[in-house]
């Protein structure tokens, strides 16, 4: 997986994490990861097989370890996990101009609205 798909995948999160209520801290870490992630000047793949991925500033050793398997297979357990874990209509009303993650969640909440 290029850079570009991982800091696709970590905003997703952040953004699926935000829909389900969880700690804004961990929604701000994918996020600011996949800001970092994103610009990086040296290669993703160079940093996670030289280990050198966990040195850089602000990716912690979860967060290094979560990236190192999205480059290395492609996939990540916890992001499938967390897919699963809401209706599929919920990222896709994120497309929606105006709306964003605590609106979403907020339409979901009080309407029970799943899908655009």
């Known amino acids: 997986m290029d850079k ?3 800091t696709a995948t970590l905003e997703e999160i952040g953004d699926m994490l935000e829909i389900r209520g969880e700690n804004p801290f961990k929604v701000q870490a994918y996020r600011k990861a996949a800001r ?6 040296q290669s993703l793949e160079e940093l996670v097989e030289s280990g050198e ?3 850089v500033k602000g990716i912690g050793a979860a967060l290094a370890e979560k990236i190192s398997t999205l480059v290395r297979t492609g996939e990540l357990p916890f992001y499938e996990e967390l897919k699963a874990s809401l209706p599929a209509g919920l990222m896709e009303m994120l497309k929606i101009p105006g709306l964003g993650p605590k609106k ?3 339409i979901h ?3 029970g609205i799943e899908s655009v």
């Not at 970092?36 to 000047?41: H, K, N, R």
Request: charged residues 30%; without cysteine.
């Open 4 to 6: 570009k798909q991982v």
């Open 36 to 41: 970092i992630v994103g610009a990086l000047p």
């Open 53 to 55: 991925l966990r040195s």
């Open 104 to 106: 979403v969640r907020r």
């Open 109 to 111: 909440e009080t309407l």
